[in-house]
């Protein structure tokens, strides 16, 4: 029997023993490849795209030749005024990648001796690096359509008389959003949090290719998609797969946004629904990816994502 990919020795290709050997100066001429891999590393100005500039080697900053400004490796990124050094940065997100299910803020503060608050913000910085990947996304080829429910938990009575049945609206709490996912089969995929299902299809409906065959449920919202596209549905009530008509992609994307919220999250506030699962996308996406590529994946695209303007200061405005 072959061994699954993830089993594998190819799937462990950085951990953090080698992250903490590397020493802090390692570690930060990694991140200058990162934020700068058009010149191997070397510094770029980024107020005049300047290649000339020289460093200030007692504060690991450079002051551009041509306009006099001074910048670090991590200026105008989402990593703009932190505090953590670059091996713990770098620890953070292997610690992050590692986690098949995600990882809880908390976990992550204690491992690497941490306030939460910073863990936290940390997270969400992370998490906005990864939806920034799927903003100019557009699927093709076999799309597979469908939504689910999450958040507004509302917990029953004990006594089996005065059971509440939450599918009526006066037993709900009124704070349950769905999220609907868009997913090619065997590609990319992207998220959208609604109220409804309704509005969330249409909203990944326009960003499907008009030439791509989709399939969805048996839901009545989704008989709009005939008009647009090669439409196969699937009724779940009586098998979930007739040989080509199916939807199992989206609820292998479902199943680990669920054990996310369920088994390391525990709960998700509404505002924040759409971060994770902009991550769980993220994470089937690149599944099949080594751990190491996947760190360096993520680190890439958090060094080209500008300063973040939902979790800059976060706690101070919380505080205020």
Partial sequence: MAQHFLLSAKARTVSLKTVFRMGEDEAYGLFCEMRWPDTDGEPVCPRCGCVEAYGISTRRKF??????????VTSGTIFASRKLSFTDLLAAIAIFVNGAKGIAALQLSRDLDVQYKTAFVLTHKLREAMAREDMAQQLEGEVEL?????????????????RRDRRLRINQSGKRQVVVVGRERNGESI???ARNEAKGGQIIAARIHHMSTVHADEASHWDVLHARFDTHRINHQLSYSDGYACTNQAESFFSRLRRMEVGT???????????????ASWREDNRRMDNGSQA??????????????????YWQRAAA
């Fill in 191 to 193: 998220t959208v949090v």
């Fill in 146 to 162: 469908d939504g689910a429910y999450f958040g507004g938990y509302v917990k029953p009575a004990n006594n089996k008389d005065n």
């Fill in 63 to 72: 002051k551009c030749v041509a306009c006099h400004h001074q910048f670090s």
């Fill in 265 to 279: 999250h525990h709960h998700i506030a509404g505002p924040y629904l759409a971060s994770y699962a902009a991550e």
């Fill in 296 to 313: 360096m994946t993520l680190t890439a695209a958090a060094m080209e994502a500008p300063v973040s303007r939902s979790w800059k200061g």
